[in-house]
């Protein structure tokens, strides 16, 4: 997991606090109580003082993000507010957030039958997708849940572009994309309908 402010990257620290900056990320703008952090940070194995040390976790990272936002005056995106933390952010400042929202639209858009828009939003959503999130933190089950809950956003989102490709009469580019997500997801019908879709499309193509 990494954190960019500007261009620059965030120098997190340690695993288990990126696996902290996770947990409150995957609840944007929702107080997390203190001793579910603790749970999740820690499991059966805390440490001898958790509120202080998660309390520690807690003092860097807010020096982390607040030193990247120096000079502009605004309160700390990483506040205490009873019983616990919560991270306020835009969520156009978080990718996850952007990539659903392009999603989202892109679904829209092909309901409302405009294909070539559709196909641009979802193309623009997949752009955002650099590699599963979360998946380093594999100790922390709320995180490996959001992972796998936004890997069947991302295959929702090839499967409407390919949706929008195949109306656009874009059979070769469909074939192409799809070959490689349907070997690693063969019992996905909806993926394997587009292949076959597409594949059947490009071989009754003219010649020219």
Known sequence: MSAQYEGRELALGQPRRRALLALLLIRLGRVVPTELLIDELWGND???????TLQSHISQLRRVLDRAAAGRGEPSVLRYRAPGYVLQLAPEQVDV?????????????????????????LTEALRLWHGAP?????????????????EQVRLTAVEFCAEAGLSLGAADDVAA????????????????GHLMTAGSASHNLPCR
């Not at 805390?46 to 202080?52: D, E, F, R, T």
């Not at 979360?134 to 936004?150: M, V």
């Not at 994309?177 to 993926?191: M, S």
């Open 46 to 52: 805390p440490p001898q003082q958790p509120v202080a």
């Open 97 to 121: 957030h952007c990539f659903e929202h392009l999603v989202s639209a892109g679904r829209t858009l092909l309901d409302q039958r405009d294909p070539l828009a559709a196909r641009d939003r």
């Open 134 to 150: 979360y998946t380093e933190f594999s100790a922390h089950p709320p995180l490996i849940d959001e992972t796998a809950r936004l």
């Open 177 to 192: 994309a799809l070959g490689t997500e349907v070997r690693r997801h063969p019992i996905r019908e909806r993926l394997v």
